[in-house]
């Protein structure tokens, strides 16, 4: 079992920035590929990024590419948004998950366990 924390949301005006973290519980964190997703209000969860067990790999969402960047910190268990150039339309709670298997790779990530999320609000 994972647990994941969320913590880093809030509110900024379009163009601003915002760094996510996400803390996860667990002694095989470094093991699995891990991602973040969000959901806007009346839409589907939807992926945004996601990054290799080791770090080396990284693979984002159209709509993400260019603005945020996804890094790990494998020693501190932890998984980070770095969201830059924001928009309204990135408004959405964001959530991290667990990859579904170990050494998974990222153009294949299935969510397996969620954090409750951290809501991102930006303002036009």
């Known amino acids: 079992q994972v647990q994941l924390v969320e913590s880093g949301g809030g509110l900024v005006q379009a163009g601003g920035s915002l760094r996510l973290s996400c803390a996860a519980s667990g002694r095989t964190f470094s093991m699995y590929a891990m991602g973040w997703f969000r959901q806007a209000p009346g839409k589907e969860r939807e992926f945004v990024a996601a990054i290799s067990w080791s770090g080396r790999s990284t693979y984002y969402a159209d709509s993400v590419k260019g603005r945020f960047t996804i890094s790990r910190d494998n020693a501190k268990n932890t998984v980070s948004l770095q969201m830059n150039s924001l928009k309204p339309e990135d408004t959405a709670v964001y959530y991290c998950?667990?990859?579904?298997?170990?050494?998974?790779?990222?153009?294949?990530?299935?969510?397996?366990?969620w954090g409750q999320g951290t809501q991102v609000t930006v303002s036009s």
């Open positions: 998950a667990t990859d579904r298997v170990v050494y998974g790779n990222v153009p294949g990530f299935t969510p397996h366990y």
